[in-house]
């Protein structure tokens, strides 16, 4: 019997980037990158979220928030918020038990205080991140809730992955449903999942895309620069072919929706 019941996707806000900014060599394109969060009914757990979207907070006109938006313009309201989509399915926000935080980014974490009976799964590393938290890694403190650290979960990452050779990883639930990866690079533990039953990764922003995977080398300086480490990017990348190879789809939370559907829902 599967232990994943339902595994659905919401676009919760989205940002315009623009091609030829990301990639050298490459004709002028607009590109809207949702910020996708997903929805995981496991059997015994419940309902769990994969990152919480953007806030619609950050459409207010304070200096930070126009700053964080004026090199790539977000749009979102309060409809788009993860919460508010829930609810349109009969969702409550206290039926959510568990949020997995990929990493600490404001289009991850932004509705993270509307899950007030959650408890938070981070890594070990992400976490290191949320208690230094400097300006360059983006980190809205008062997108926390007060008694965020009160609901923590901080994993250590123990086991080894059968299917990527090197790589650790941990079963979270101890029944092979949802197993955990940290990928640096993008951030320092950004934390990925693997569900096995559906043979699929959700893999945050390891990648922007999925197809920008092979012009990595391509890319323009300050899009490296505002990786946590270059370096460690094209490593975590290498791990996504592993996955690839062995079957696994990969999914990022800023792909193209419709290629979200089709791998979701076929
Ligand atoms: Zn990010």
Request: proline share 4%; charged share 25%.
């Amino acid at each position: 019997m599967s232990s994943i019941r339902r595994l659905d996707y919401f676009v919760c806000g989205t940002c315009i980037n623009h091609q030829q900014m990301i990639f050298k060599k490459e004709p002028a394109k607009e590109l809207i990158f949702p910020a996708g969060v997903y929805l995981i009914e496991h059997a015994e757990k419940g309902y769990m979220l994969y990152d919480t979207g953007y806030a619609s907070e950050v459409m207010r006109p304070t200096l930070r928030n126009l700053a964080y938006r004026l090199p790539n313009p977000i749009q979102m309201t309060e409809a788009d918020t993860i919460d508010a989509q829930l609810r349109a399915q009969g969702i409550g926000t206290e039926d959510i038990g568990i949020v997995f935080v990929s990493h600490l980014h404001p289009d991850h974490i932004g509705r993270l205080k509307a899950f007030t009976k959650a408890q938070f799964i981070l890594t070990k590393d992400c976490y290191q991140t949320y208690l230094k938290s400097r300006f360059r890694e983006l980190v809205f403190r008062d997108y926390f809730p007060d008694d965020f650290a009160e609901r923590l979960i901080i994993l250590d990452l123990t086991q080894k992955s059968e299917v990527v050779e090197g790589q650790n990883c941990l079963d979270v639930f101890g029944d092979g449903s949802v197993i955990v990866y940290s990928l640096d690079g993008h951030a320092r533990g950004q934390l990925c999942l693997h569900l096995p039953e559906r043979g699929i990764l959700l893999a945050a922003d390891t990648l922007w895309r999925l197809a920008f995977i092979n012009k990595l080398d391509k890319m323009r300086l300050i899009p490296r620069f505002i990786q946590q480490s270059y370096p460690a990017y094209l490593a975590s990348a290498q791990v996504l072919k592993s996955f690839l190879a062995a079957g696994v789809r990969v999914l990022v939370s800023h792909e193209e929706p419709a290629r979200v559907r089709e791998v979701l829902y076929g």
